[in-house]
């Protein structure tokens, strides 16, 4: 098993929902990969914060702001050739500041690494 | 002296009371009704999407309504504020040659927005974009987004985010041509703080 951290920085005053969110309706963050040498195997979210906002003073958003991190694990299969690797992903999130929302985006990750055998 | 000690805190205490309730005066009351010169309005791109009953909706069916145009999602928290007052706006204006228009961004389309406007007991018309129309407005990318068009078809006002109910109410008002000074209904059905967008008015 590998970890691999991805560390994310949002714009100041916005937040992202986090990878459980609140309603039904909103979008959670999301962390995915597509088939590579690695297999997935999982992903750490950071513990998300409550925060209520002034277009939801009631109900507390279950939110990520400022600077995080996810932790993607990875299984390396026996027969992984040793040598450069990279695996490619996508983050999906949808961000607001406390008076819009910015339509949902999905941005490339990519890791690249080296296994040694 | 303890006589005018008290009088005094007490005038201290009333502004910083003051001081600290316009202090607490949220983005509701940041923004006042902003309508065009007539001379400075554009023409509202036409579009034609289909509503929830399957039936067409284009722009130029309203040419001689004030048209709130209001581009919103499901997933956007300040969109759900705004959403009450447009049901509002279309309840009691409808009879003035008034409508409102709701533009979905959901990329799910009527699965999130069929449910969402029940539940809402929306009132106004509601579509799904076909992504052209949100490009025809500017590209919209931040919700809510909504244009006030005049009874010729033009934008006369637009806002990016959430706005005030008072400032849609004065702007709606004033395209209808009303008194801008209308008195709101009393309502309690609102959220904390848009109250004062009801008490503080231009003064215009």
Known sequence: ?117 | MKRFFNKRALQILAIAGIAAYLASCSFYEAEWPAVKEEKDRKKAPEFALKDASGETAKLSDYRGKVVLLNFWATWCGPCEIEIPWFIEFQRQYKDRDFAVLGVSLDEDGWKSVLPFVAREKVNYRVMVTNEQVDQMYGGVDSLPTTFIIDREGRVASSHVGLASKNTYRQEILTLLGSPKHESPPISFNRPPGDLRADLFRPSR
């Open chain 1, 1 to 117: 098993m590998v970890e691999a951290k991805v560390p994310l920085s949002l714009t100041e005053g916005y937040h992202v929902n986090s990878n459980k969110p609140s309603d039904e309706y909103l979008i959670p963050l999301q962390l995915t990969w597509s088939k590579g040498i690695l297999e997935p195997a999982g992903v750490v979210y950071p513990k998300p914060r409550l925060e209520k906002y002034q277009f939801s003073p009631d109900k507390p958003l279950s939110v990520f702001s400022g600077s995080f991190e996810l932790i993607a694990k990875f299984m390396v299969p026996a027969t992984a050739p040793a040598g450069p690797a990279a695996m490619a992903g996508k983050l999906r999130y949808q961000a607001c500041n406390n008076t819009m929302c910015l339509t949902p985006k999905t941005m490339d990750v990519a890791i690249q690494l080296d296994i040694v055998k």
